[in-house]
Structures are given as C-alpha cells and as structure tokens.
C-alpha cells in the first residue's frame, strides 16, 4: 500500500478554482458551492467529507463534469472543463471517469459481466471483446466466479465490487465515487476501500470520494472537508505520507 | 449498446407485455375495422366483378351501380350505333323474390344476359353450361344461393332442380361462384328475355347497356363518344367503381361509423404506448441517468429508446395483423362479414404503429434529452 508518488512533487488531477453553483432562481435561489477552490493529485485517494448540504455531491458533479456551474474554471487532467461543450464533456467522460454509486446503479435486467462491460459498449467496443475485457477485470475484483449472476443475486458487497468494476474497465484516470460504502457493512466497506486504495495508487489515477462514512476515513491520502458550500480545511494523512496501511484519521 | 436496451426493455416483463397488447390491439383494431371497411366497399361493387364490360350505359342521373333508372329498349341500338363501339348488349339487373321449399322466400339478385352474346356472363362456372340459359325457364345461380335457397329440402340445390322465382318456375342448369352482393341477395343469372318475364312489368325495363370499345380505341374515349351522341351516361368500368365507392362515402354513415372505430384504435393505441412507455423511461430514470454520467450521448440513448420502441412496435405490429388476419380468414370462410385486405392496408397499419412508436419514443427522448446526469448521484 506504498504511495511514492506523494514524497515526489504530485501533479494534479483535478484543479477547481473559484467555482460557484447555485440552484433555482429569486426567493428560492440557493448558493450550492460558493467560489470553491480544491485540488486533487494524481496518485492519491481524496476524500471530502461534511455534513449533509454542504455541497459536496454539487462539487463532485461538476468535477465530472455531469452538472454546469456558474462561475469559475475546472481543469481534469490538463483538459479546462469550463471551455469544452456539452457533447466535448460528454466525450471526455466517456473516457477519463468511472463512476462509482451509492446504490450502485447496475442494471437489474444484465447479468454482472454485461453490466460492467457497459462503458466499453458506449465506447464503441465490439460486445464480445467488451465482455471479455469486463470478465478479466471481474476475477481482479474477485467475482471470477459470478459473471453471469444477475444483481439481485449478489449480496451488497458484490454489487458493489461489479459497480467498482464497471468504473475502472475502460482504464478511466479519475474515479469518482459517491458514498460507496456508506450502503455496505463494516467489513464489506474495507473491503471495497482496500480495492479503492489499490486503483489510487497508480500514479496516472486519482481517486476522489465523498463519504460520510468515518470507518474508511483511514484510507484517505487527504480529506477536504467542506461546509455550507466551502472548503473548510484539508487534512493530510500523515500515515499514509509515510506509506502505513493501519493508521486512523480522526473524523473532521 | 443496443443488446442492452433490448434486455432492459424485454426484462420489465409487465411493461413489456403492457406495450405489445396496447400496440398489437391498435394494430388489430384498425387493420380488421379496415378490412371489414373494405369488404363493405367491394360488396357495393359486386356488379362490376360479377358481370363484367368495359363500358356501362346508364341513364344520365345515375351515379352508382346498384341504383337502376331504366332506359328504353331503343338505347341499346343508340349505343350500337355510335362509331367506335365494338358490340353492345342489353342486361336486366333487379331484386326479385325466389320461393323457398319450406314455404319461405329469400330476395335474389336477377341478371338478365343478352342471350345473344351473353356479355356480363359469371366468370367462375362450377357446374353446368352457360349456352343452356338459352332454353325456357333456365337459371345459374350461384353458391351463396345454393346455400340461402336450399333451406327445407332434404338436399342442397343442384342443376335439375326447380324453384319459383315471383310465382314463376326457374330451372337450374348451372352454378357458378361470384362475388356477394351489397344487399345480401344471391345472384342468379339468366338471360335477358327470361329476365323480363320473372320481373314485374315496367315501362322501361332494361338496366344497362354494356358495351366494349372497339379495337385501337379505350374504353374511356368510347365513353365519352357514347355520352356526346346518345346524351346517356357512360362510364369505363374504373369510373363506375370509383363513382360507386364515393357515393357511399358521401351519402351513408358507413365511413364515419368505421372511422370512428378506427380512430379509436389508433388513439388507443397511442395512449397506451405512449403512456406505458414514457412510465418505462420514468422507471428507468436513474439507469438512464448513469449511463449519460458514463458518456453515453444524447443521440445515443435517443437511439436506445427509438430501438426499444420499434421492437415492441414491430411485435405489437406482427400480433395485430396476424390476428387480423386469421379473424379475415373466419370471415371470408364464413361468408360474413365482409372483409378485404389489400396489401396497402397491413403497409398502411404499419406506417400508423410506426408514427405511434415513434411518438411514444419522442416523449422518452424528450424526457432523457432533459436528463441532468448529475442525478445520478442525488438519493
């Protein structure tokens, strides 16, 4: 669970400056994320944390690029998200981000192996190699055994194990997950977080997780924590400075 | 990506269902409305295909074929004479009432043939021979009226029997098969002569003069030279089929009264799919929503939900017709009711499942165009 790269000089993944959203207009016009700065390195695994409707899932989607914003510049690995058009965003997600849901998000009526090849079939991947591809990484997350199981035959954990599959089968450099634990057991949860922690550490990658969660705030490289649509304060993991596996942040 | 909208489509097994019947019973509904329609319509013109002439003479104010003026007997020599007419026969066409064996009667639809030429003769005979109307008293009759004329006898009627025909005896010398009239009425032929002696005395008795162009010229222009010189009515045998098939349009409540229905098929049909498959794009919300968040663009999904619509629409489609089909089969075996399928009826259905899908697929693609990726993430 070593990470080199963040005694080296980390370049940056995700570089949001002065981005402001609000949603609705006049009375009812609320101020989501208010001239938010935030950064995320290549190589590391970043948490945000905060109570609920500081803002976190808004800064998360127009990091994706799934939601416009009003003010401010995004750039995702060199690419200016503010500059791109719609369908250029599209494209640029298509191929830069996995996703990862709270509730996982599969489609019940595609067996595990189909729904983990979906984001190679939207990228135009002929449907055999794609399943394929899909039924290597599946064995990688451990689920070499239930390709062909349908979602409601799995337990949570390994939805959300085909889920983490589905986001990591076309190679996407940036991550993005949205409470992924915070629907499983304990156990389960390290167990996906450890699987999270392994995709963070190649140096190309960047893993940036919203959680509520504190069980599996020990697996973060960092943690922004914001409030009422700001950043407040980011925290360094000083045991994962120093490559330890075992150490323990305490909550924000 | 489109074995995956075929499997979310197919794997919500109620909408699915939901989705077919809806579009199957629209197909149904306007394809049999529509054939029954048009059995109605053909059996209008029954004349035209049972007595066949390329030229039919009628007086000036008739506008159909089954509403008879009658013209003077001089009119058939007034046609022979005018340049460009080949031949020119009289023919008898009338409603008359034939005697049943137990004491009952059924109307027939007499046609008097010119025993001469024997122009307008039926074109299918199963028994017997046509040069036999020539001796007294002779008749063909067809297979409807073996069937209608032979209620209380021991055996179905067959050459050598006799019946009444208005108090007068007509002998059977053959059987033929034709199309059904408009009025239910069986056809029975014989010539023009013996016609005249089963029907009531008239004045004027000769329905129509039929008549044939003669050789290098059509039978429109022979229509118009008949009408400029003899001041009758003339008409090719597509104008009076045509002219026949609009009267009814115009004058009966036969169009509106099937239209209806078929336009309640086609509104059914559209509520049903378009209600059913905006509610499965609605259900599909979030799947749909993540999939945009994957990098699936707008077109397509657009195309996902297209695919999805035209596979129910297609099945629907081929349930419809063939059900209509098979109910159009019963009928015409039956006899009853009329039914008619001209190939641009299924491809006329077709087109409509077609705008119906279509329609159903646009308020989804209206629905996911509007869809904000981003809520994929929200609760």
């Known amino acids: ?252 | 990506m489109y074995h995956v909208a075929l499997r979310m489509l197919l794997g919500d097994r109620p909408k699915y269902i939901m989705l077919v019947s809806g579009l199957t019973f629209a197909a149904l509904l306007m394809s049999q409305q529509c054939g029954v329609f048009f059995g109605l319509l053909s059996w209008t013109t029954s004349h035209m295909r049972n007595m066949r002439a390329s030229i039919w003479v009628v007086d000036p104010k008739v506008e159909q074929i089954n509403e008879v003026k009658p013209l003077r007997d001089t009119d058939v020599n007034r046609v022979r004479s005018v340049v460009g007419v080949a031949y020119a026969a009289p023919m008898y066409a009338g409603l008359m009432q034939a005697r049943m064996a137990d004491g009952g009667f059924k109307q027939v639809q007499i046609v008097g043939l010119d025993a001469a030429t024997m122009v307008g003769r039926p074109g299918n005979i199963l028994a017997g021979r046509l040069e036999d109307l020539r001796l007294p008293s002779s008749v063909m009759i067809d297979t409807d009226a073996v069937v209608k004329l032979s209620i209380g006898r021991s055996h179905p009627l067959k050459i050598g029997d006799v019946f009444e025909i208005n108090d007068r005896e007509a002998r059977i010398i053959g059987i033929c098969k034709g199309a059904k009239s408009w009025t239910g009425a069986p056809y029975i032929f014989t010539t023009y002569e013996q016609a005249l002696r089963f029907a009531p005395p008239q004045r004027k008795m000769l329905s129509f003069v039929v008549a044939e162009p003669a050789q290098g010229l059509t039978a429109a222009q022979v229509a118009r030279k008949i009408e400029k010189e003899t001041g009758l009515k003339a008409f090719t045998e597509e104008e009076f089929f045509w002219s026949t098939i609009w009267w009814y349009f115009k004058n009966t409540g036969i169009p509106t009264s099937f239209g209806t229905t078929i336009l309640l098929g086609l509104l059914v049909g559209i509520a049903v799919s378009g209600q059913t498959f905006y509610s499965f794009v609605l259900e599909n919300t979030r799947h749909l929503a993540a999939l945009k968040a994957m990098g699936a663009s707008n077109g397509l999904l657009a195309r996902m939900l297209l695919l999805q619509a035209l596979t129910v629409g297609l099945i629907g489609y081929g349930l419809g017709i063939g059900l209509a089909s098979l109910l159009g089969f019963i009928f015409l075996n039956k006899g009853q009711p009329p039914f008619f399928m001209p190939y641009q009826l299924p491809l006329a259905t077709f087109g409509l499942i077609f705008l119906i899908c279509i329609f159903a697929a646009l308020l989804g693609i209206r629905r996911v165009a509007k869809l904000e990726a981003a809520i994929v993430f929200r609760g």
């Open chain 1, 1 to 252: 669970m070593d990470n080199p790269n963040l005694n080296l000089t980390p370049q940056l993944a995700v570089d949001v400056r002065n981005v402001t959203k609000t949603f609705g207009i006049g009375e009812t016009k609320t101020v989501a994320l208010k001239s938010v700065n935030f950064e995320a390195r290549q190589g590391e695994l970043l948490m945000v944390v905060g109570p609920s409707g500081c803002g976190k899932t808004t800064l998360l989607s127009v990091v994706a690029g799934t939601l416009n914003f009003e003010e401010g510049e995004i750039d995702v690995f060199g690419s200016s998200l503010h500059r791109l058009k719609p369908a250029q965003i599209t494209e640029f997600r298509k191929r830069n981000i996995g996703f990862i849901f709270q509730q996982f998000n599969l489609i019940p009526t595609l067996n595990a192996v189909e729904n983990v090849s979906v984001p190679l079939l939207i990228g135009g991947m002929a449907r055999r190699a794609a399943e394929e591809k899909a039924a290597a990484i599946m064995k990688k997350v451990g689920l070499g055994e239930k390709i062909k199981a349908r979602p409601y035959d799995l337990s949570g954990g390994q939805q959300q194990r085909v889920a983490i599959a589905r986001a990591l089968v076309h190679e996407p450099r940036l991550i993005i997950c949205d409470e992924p634990t915070s629907a499983l057991d304990s156990e389960t949860g390290h167990c996906i977080m450890e699987l999270l922690y392994e995709v963070a550490r190649s140096p190309q990658c960047c893993v940036i997780i919203v959680t509520h969660d504190n069980r599996v705030f020990q697996y973060a490289d960092r943690m922004t924590e914001m409030e009422d649509g700001r950043v407040r304060r980011v925290h360094e993991n000083p045991a994962r400075k120093n490559g330890s596996a075992a150490s323990l942040l305490v909550p924000v």
